[in-house]
């Protein structure tokens, strides 16, 4: 039986090999049996508390060669004890949807994922309770300056099959977010890349609607996470305006070095036209474009003007051929 592995990094569950797509939420990660999120400071009065929501995530800075210390705390919401496999992994944008996603433990790691070592590999929670456990997180002298995304993962071990007709066995993941910083200079730098175009039409001009589907990369090529937005621009022949709008099925976070796969639906496409589409990316401090030129011809007029061309050949050849025409009479 494969082992298919569901982490869940916030509330929308999502079934991934290895990982969890999610947009971000202020709360504790949770999938409704148990929930991860980093313990509460101390109070100013001394005490400690281990409300969940006070911080989201762990926001962690640190210079290389230096050592933090946090605490994360495990919260079971079934009415029997369960069992918890406790480790730190790296953080990645998935290539289906840029969503945030973490490396499964046996994976290679190599920021928050090899540098984070908890007190504890494996907790039991008792039914309706809580358990926190601390850990350390050791930044190497040559580590990298700028962000290094990762997640604290609380996996249930046990192997359950699936209900559907594959036999597939599934394991559940909570995890709680790690946004480390490393000391040093931060370059932010964002690319669009390999921009193409791919019209689709209907056999017949006039019985189907026209549209074009737009694809690119994204590449986060420098070493802090970005939120970019990206403006989608379509010029037709003169420098006529057809299309501009701002895109919005854009990742919220695009992480250190990562790069992603989009798409974009442009409906009601121009059927006959020459130009360009122009995708314009930003973020903080930075902003790039990139751009693509299309022609757009309807099915039928382009199998028409194919056929003429190969008519006009044929004749061209066949007058060639003529004896009159060999010796130049």
């Known amino acids: 039986m494969r082992k298919l592995y569901v982490l869940l990094m916030l509330p929308v569950l999502v079934v991934l090999v290895h990982g969890y797509a999610a947009v971000p939420a202020a709360r504790a990660a949770d999938n409704g049996n148990w929930s991860v999120y980093p313990a509460s400071p101390p109070r100013s009065a001394g005490g400690t508390s281990t409300e969940p929501g006070r911080r989201p995530y762990f926001y962690l800075s640190a210079d290389p060669g230096t050592t ?3 605490r994360v705390t495990v919260t079971n919401k079934t009415a029997a004890p369960r069992t918890f496999r406790l480790y730190a992994a790296d953080a990645y944008n998935t290539e289906r949807d840029g969503g945030f996603a973490v490396r499964a ?13 908890l007190d504890r590999e494996r907790v039991t929670v008792p039914a309706n309770s809580s358990v926190t456990v601390p850990y350390t997180l050791a930044v ?3 580590a990298e300056p700028g962000d290094h995304p990762g997640a604290v993962v609380a996996l249930d071990e046990r192997v359950r099959p699936s209900t559907g007709s594959v036999a597939v066995g599934i394991q559940q993941a909570v995890g709680a977010r790690v946004y480390l910083r490393v000391g040093g200079p931060t370059v932010p730098a964002l690319s669009v ?3 193409e175009l791919t019209h689709q039409q209907p056999l017949v001009p006039g019985t189907g609607e026209s549209s074009a589907l737009i694809s690119y990369t994204l590449h986060n090529r420098g070493n802090v996470t970005l939120n970019p937005k990206v ?4 010029e037709g022949l003169f420098g006529r305006d057809l299309l501009s709008r701002e895109l919005t099925k854009i990742p919220s976070e695009l992480l250190p070095r990562q790069k992603i796969r989009l798409t974009e639906r442009w409906s009601g496409a121009p059927r006959l036209e020459w130009g360009e589409v122009r995708l314009t990316a930003s973020a903080r401090d930075v902003r790039e474009s990139a751009g693509a030129s299309f022609f757009a011809l309807p099915w039928l007029v382009a199998v028409v003007l194919a056929a003429a061309l190969a008519g006009a050949g044929v004749w061209a050849r066949l007058r060639l051929r003529r004896p009159g025409v060999l010796r130049g009479a």
Request: neutral net charge.
């Open 68 to 70: 933090l210390t946090d």
């Open 105 to 117: 433990r046996s994976e290679k790691q190599r920021g928050v994922g090899a540098w984070a070592t």
């Open 140 to 142: 190497p002298e040559g």
């Open 193 to 195: 890349e390999n921009v």
């Open 231 to 234: 403006a989608l621009k379509a």
